[in-house]
């Protein structure tokens, strides 16, 4: 079921991001809008959906090593995974679960590309107001789209990773399955 959500995504965005990306038919080539381009480069950085797919695993290994627990009686803890939506209740179905984590992860994906979006047009500004420095603005919005990229995955999917190794070592140690 997420499988075919996530490819019923990737579909409508490349079909989406093809109607906004201009196309020349004619034998000379004319230049790209700012926006334009902007759409393009967005689509094409891997930085923008870095962060998405990142925070989309780590909550899955997060939500798939507390099902044992789950099983065994154990309530979660965490307010947005629980039936009253109070924390330490009953854990909300798994496929509820998953279907929660798919839309965190699209919603990190949107603020992603929203950034690189804004980036890249304003990347694009500098390069036509300092044409001498072309190369400097390109390498400096990289670094720029790449440390945000970096610190979202980080603060977003860095709990749900470490959970998962919490999870991983009390299931062994408790021998849970």
Known sequence: MVTR???ALASISIV?????????????ERETSAFGHAIKATFL????????ILVYDSMIRDWDTSQPFFRNGFVER???YTRSGRPN???????????????DSLRVLGVSAIHNFSTQLFQQALRER??????????LGFVERTAVASLMAYQWAGPHYRQWKMNQQLISEMGLR
């Open 45 to 52: 950085d891997p930085t923008t959906y870095a962060p998405g």
């Open 16 to 28: 989406c991001c093809l109607c906004f990306v201009p196309c020349e038919a004619f034998a000379q």
């Open 5 to 7: 959500q996530l490819r």
């Open 89 to 103: 209740d009953l854990a909300l179905s798994y496929e509820d679960g998953r279907r929660l984590i798919l839309t």
């Open 78 to 80: 965490n307010a947005r």
């Open 130 to 139: 300092y044409p001498e420095h072309r190369k400097l603005v390109t390498v």
